[in-house]
């Protein structure tokens, strides 16, 4: 029984003390309200177009109206800057690929050149001239 008394005195001080915090909060407000209703409703005019506007706002945004034509050279600008930078990045690609080649036939020559004159001076039986004075220049 007593724990029924002490719910009851909880609930009804507390139903108590929100209602002198709502009161609390309406007469604090006094003018400032009247004041704040006006700055509400030109916020509301910045916020806010007439019907008229956003009828014409969302008829030029439709999917099926045609884009102006700045709209249509930014879009050109972008994806000619993206042609562009696609294009450079696979010369660059490219160029690098060949540099690489050209070292791989240069060392292949390097090696093939080497071999061939350790053959030529292993097997040179001094009959006839080294092969550095046998040379054809072309």
């Not at 800057?81 to 660059?92: I, Q, S, V």
């Not at 080649?101 to 080497?114: C, K």
Request: glycine letters at 4%; one cysteine or more; a negative charge.
């Amino acid at each position: 029984m007593a724990w029924r008394q002490l719910f009851l005195i909880s609930c009804l001080s507390t139903v108590v003390l929100l209602s002198m915090l709502q009161e609390g909060t309406s007469a604090s407000v006094g003018t400032r309200q009247v004041a704040g209703q006006e700055a509400q409703e030109g916020v509301k005019e910045k916020i806010f177009m007439q019907e008229s506007d956003a009828l014409n706002f969302l008829k030029k945004r439709s999917k099926r109206s045609p884009r102006s034509r700045d709209e249509v050279n930014a879009e050109n600008r972008q994806k000619l800057r993206a042609d562009e930078l696609r294009r450079e990045y696979h010369e660059e690609q490219r160029n690098e690929f060949e540099n690489f080649v050209e070292e791989q036939n240069d060392e292949q020559e390097e090696r093939s050149r080497e071999a061939v004159e350790q053959w030529r001076q292993w097997h040179y039986d001094g009959l006839y001239p080294s092969h550095l004075y046998n040379r054809h220049h072309i």
